[in-house]
């Protein structure tokens, strides 16, 4: 599959201590200045750790489920399925991100979320909390990896 906005993997080379290298094609500027050049809205505090962490989330969901937590085939219903798994964003858990969704004239779906413990039924309860922290809408509420640490699931 080709696409403008999509890399080549070019190569995968594999180490003898079995660290793996991805060649990508060449692209010539990150994707922090694309978003620049593109005008869209949002700030260096908001393209931060914080997105990584929300992906720690839902990588910590999927290796209790051994499935995709949400699987969208196009991203229209990539946010489907992230509003009908974490809940719709309100104006009490997102502002911020409910007033970029209007200038971009998107609106979330309307959906209640899920009991993620009926997702996963192997997690325990301290890895749902976990879980669910990481994957908070507001990114300036989710943990830090320091914060995230302390959390009861690495030390029970």
């Known amino acids: ?16 201590d079995n660290s ?4 990508l094609e060449f692209m010539k500027c990150d994707l ?5 050049l593109r005008g869209k809205p ?3 505090s908001e393209v931060s750790f914080k997105v ?11 290796l209790f489920m051994f499935k995709p937590l949400f699987l969208g085939r196009n991203l229209f219903d990539q946010m489907l399925k992230i509003c009908s798994v974490s809940d719709s964003p309100t104006l009490e858990s997102w502002l911020r991100g409910l007033s970029l969704a209007g200038c971009l004239n998107y609106q979330f779906p309307q959906l209640p979320g899920v009991n993620l413990s009926s997702m996963m039924p192997s997690a325990s309860w301290n890895a749902i909390s976990l879980i669910k922290s990481l994957c908070l809408w507001n990114p ?5 990896v320091s914060e995230a640490s302390t959390y009861p699931f690495f030390h029970a």
């Open 1 to 16: 599959m080709r696409h403008h906005n999509i890399l080549s993997l070019k190569e995968v080379i594999r180490e003898r």
């Open 32 to 36: 922090l200045q694309v978003l620049r």
């Open 140 to 144: 300036n509420k989710r943990p830090s």
């Open 20 to 23: 793996l290298f991805f060649v």
């Open 42 to 44: 949002f700030s260096d």
């Open 52 to 62: 990584d962490m929300r992906a720690i989330g839902a990588i910590m969901a999927e």
